[in-house]
């Protein structure tokens, strides 16, 4: 499945659509700042929420946590690094490496792609591409995206 993402979405907006690779709104992502950080909530096109990504602010690294239902699917963290910086996403044990900042990464379990992160351009605007390569995992990978939007954000 390919999903985009325009490119200010995050950074700006206190609500933005997901869209398919036909341009369709796939999924609605609202944004909800707290003194405890930032909350984001994944929801389908009818707005039945599907998941939810929070920062952890008790953390020396970038950590986001991702809840399906009340039960933690995954957290996501920034791991510790003098080269390129990079996420480990525990629970599937999955890896991102790439460059995060620009958009143009990989998360990956093992060698395994699990979805490749792109800058692409639309007539909506600047955006991002993310390609999953199996649809059980549409769900993480775009909580895991978010996350590390949310992270390299200023």
């Known amino acids: 499945m390919i999903l985009y993402i325009k490119q200010e979405g995050l950074s700006e907006a206190d609500s933005f659509t997901v869209k398919n690779d036909s341009g369709m709104d796939a999924y609605y992502v609202e944004n909800?700042?707290?003194?405890?950080?930032?909350?984001?909530?994944?929801?389908?096109?009818?707005?039945?929420?599907?998941?939810?990504v929070k920062q952890k602010l008790a953390s020396l690294v970038p950590c986001f946590l991702v809840e399906e239902n009340g039960s933690r699917m995954a957290s996501i963290k920034k791991a510790i690094s003098v080269f390129a910086p990079?996420?480990?996403?525990?629970?599937?044990?999955?890896?991102?490496?790439?460059?995060?900042?620009?958009?143009?990464?990989?998360?990956?379990?093992?060698?395994?792609?699990?979805?490749?992160?792109?800058?692409?351009?639309?007539?909506?605007?600047?955006?991002?591409?993310?390609?999953?390569?199996?649809?059980?995992?549409?769900?993480l990978s775009l909580a895991a995206v978010l996350a590390i939007d949310a992270a390299c954000s200023p």
């Open 32 to 52: 909800e700042y707290e003194k405890a950080g930032i909350k984001l909530h994944i929801k389908d096109i009818y707005h039945n929420e599907l998941a939810v």
């Open 86 to 139: 990079h996420y480990n996403i525990k629970g599937p044990e999955w890896t991102v490496s790439g460059d995060l900042s620009s958009h143009d990464y990989t998360i990956k379990k093992g060698s395994r792609n699990i979805a490749v992160i792109t800058r692409a351009w639309f007539p909506w605007g600047d955006s991002y591409e993310i390609d999953v390569t199996d649809d059980k995992n549409t769900l």
